[in-house]
């Protein structure tokens, strides 16, 4: 996997904004894992990713945790999954998400890395960590990993 991109966000709006930056990076048809802890800002980057394809508006996007599975676009164009109910790969793949990866569409899997059986091998990875600052502020590390030869993200 090759560190293709960093950015550091200070509140949820730089997050969403940080998303709708990224939105172009992708290619249309393209499996990408959210992986980061509970409140990491998996969702909030989705917004803005959403956004900036032209999917949804960012209030319109809401967290799939309970529902799963959260389609975006006319035709559908963004797919927006969260795995972190699910306890195995299993029930993962009975949400048909074979076909889903199929589709011609971006699809964002919030706990994704929990199966990493189930994902296809050319999966990107957006990795979210948050930054402690010494003024106590609420920062987040967002890395974007291509799939490629491995390399050290810094
Ligand atoms: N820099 C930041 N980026 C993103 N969220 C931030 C930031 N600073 C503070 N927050 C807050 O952190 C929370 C992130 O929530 P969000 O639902 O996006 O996380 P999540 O990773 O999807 O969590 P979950 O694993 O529960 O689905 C929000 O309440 C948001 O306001
Ligand atoms: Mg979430």
Known sequence: MICALRFETHSDEETRAAGRRLAGFFPA??????????GAGKTTLTQ??????????????????FTLIHEYGDPVSIYHIDLYRLDTAEEARRL???????????????????????LPADAFRIELTRLELADGEEA?????????TEMVCT
């Open 29 to 38: 048809h393209a499996v990408a894992v959210l992986a980061g802890d509970l």
């Open 48 to 65: 803005g990713i959403a956004e900036g394809r032209g999917a949804a508006r960012a209030e319109d996007v809401s967290s799939p945790t």
């Open 96 to 118: 048909g998400l074979e076909d889903i990866f199929d589709a011609p569409a971006l699809v964002l899997i919030e706990w994704g890395d929990k199966f990493p059986e189930i």
């Open 140 to 148: 987040r590390e967002i890395r974007v990993w291509t799939p490629g």
